[in-house]
C-alpha cells in the first residue's frame, strides 16, 4: 500500500517496541536511519506479554489497549525573546533537549507485571527501537505478521510509520473508582524521530 491518503481517524494505529534477548547494541541502533533497517527489527510480533526466552532479532510486541497516542514528530525548540522597544518579541532556535512522550493505556497488570516482557523493560535503562504505526484501518493479516513492518504486514492497508531509538523509564497506575484503571508509561526519546515511511 501507500501513505496514508484521505482524511481519517487513526483507530487502528499501533506502538510497538522492539524486544529481544540479544539487542542490538547502543552504538547500532545510532547507525539506524533508514527505514529497511527499522523495518527489520518489526518482523514477528509476541502475542503475550507474558512470553519468555525471545531470541529473534526481528521480534516486537505491541503496547495494547491505548487510551491517548502521545504527537509524534520532533518537538519545537522556540524560544521568545523578548527585544526592547519592540511590541513583538524575536523567535529563536533554543537548546535541544531529548524529550519525553507518555502513553495513557487501560492497564492490565498481567501485561506489565515483573518477570514479563513488557514488565521487566520499565526502568531498565536499556535503548530499544520502537514503532508508531498510524493506521485507519485495521491490516488484513493475521497472527504474528498482521502488524509487521512488511508488504504482507502492515502493508495490506495504508500505513504511516515513525521510527525512533529510547528507553522506557517509568509506570505509573492511576486506579479509577468509576472507569477503567488506567497506567502512564514514560519514554525517553534517545534519537530522532525517523519517517514518515510506509509499506
Do not use: C
Not at 80 to 93: A, D, E, F, L, R
Request: proline letters at 5%.
Amino acid at each position: 500500500m501507500t501513505q496514508i491518503s484521505s482524511i481519517g481517524a487513526g483507530l487502528f494505529s499501533d506502538m510497538s517496541v522492539h524486544v529481544a534477548s540479544d539487542l542490538p547494541s547502543a552504538s547500532t541502533l545510532a547507525g539506524l536511519s533508514t527505514q529497511g533497517g527499522f523495518a527489520a527489527l518489526f518482523k514477528t510480533a509476541i502475542l503475550s506479554a507474558a512470553t519468555p526466552g525471545l531470541s529473534s532479532t526481528g521480534q516486537f510486541i505491541r503496547l495494547s489497549s491505548v487510551r491517548e497516542f502521545p504527537p509524534m514528530g520532533t518537538p519545537p525548540n522556540i524560544v521568545n525573546v523578548p527585544v526592547y522597544g519592540s511590541k513583538t518579541s524575536q523567535q529563536i532556535q533554543g537548546q535541544a533537549d531529548a524529550p519525553s512522550m507518555e502513553l495513557q493505556l487501560n492497564y492490565i497488570a498481567s501485561d506489565w507485571a515483573a518477570s514479563t516482557t513488557l514488565g521487566d523493560m520499565v526502568g531498565d535503562g536499556i535503548q530499544r527501537a520502537f514503532r508508531f504505526a498510524l493506521l485507519n484501518s485495521e491490516p488484513t493479516g493475521t497472527g504474528v505478521t498482521q502488524y509487521a513492518s512488511s508488504a504482507l504486514g502492515l502493508g495490506l492497508v495504508e500505513n504511516t510509520q515513525f521510527f525512533w531509538v529510547g528507553k522506557v523509564e517509568a509506570l505509573q497506575v492511576t486506579p479509577n473508582l468509576t472507569d477503567s484503571n488506567t497506567s502512564t508509561v514514560t519514554m525517553t526519546i534517545q534519537s530522532e524521530f525517523f519517517g514518515a515511511f510506509t509499506d
